[in-house]
Nanobody
């Protein structure tokens, strides 16, 4: 069993930065692919970024490439999403997820989810 907890959300202005953290308990963290998804009211959960278990590959949705960076520290069971140059359209609840993902961008591939952290970017 893996428990996932996100932190770091908040209210910022257009162009600001935020750093989201995700801590996952359990011995399986080092073998889990980790991802961030986001969701706004009335919409499906959207893939944002992911990182493979060995941190050798990262993936991003096109809208965040060059602005967001995902990284992990397996010694600390932590995944970080550094978000720079934030835009109002980045406003959403951000979820951290863990799993063994063949389709790295698919929410269905992840078995463990956090409760989410709100990110609000004002214009």
């Amino acid at each position: 069993q893996v428990q996932v907890v996100e932190s770091g959300g908040g209210l910022v202005q257009d162009g600001d930065s935020l750093r989201l953290s995700c801590t996952a308990s359990g011995r399986t963290f080092t073998t889990a692919d980790m991802a961030w998804f986001r969701q706004t009211t009335g919409k499906e959960r959207e893939f944002v970024a992911a990182i493979r278990a060995r941190a050798d590959m990262t993936y991003y949705t096109d809208s965040v490439k060059g602005r967001f960076t995902i990284s992990r520290d397996n010694a600390k069971n932590t995944v970080i999403l550094q978000m720079n140059s934030l835009k109002p359209e980045d406003t959403a609840v951000y979820f951290c997820a863990a799993g063994a993902a063949l389709k790295i961008r698919s929410a269905d591939e992840y078995h463990y989810w956090g409760q989410g952290t709100q990110v609000t970017v004002s214009s």
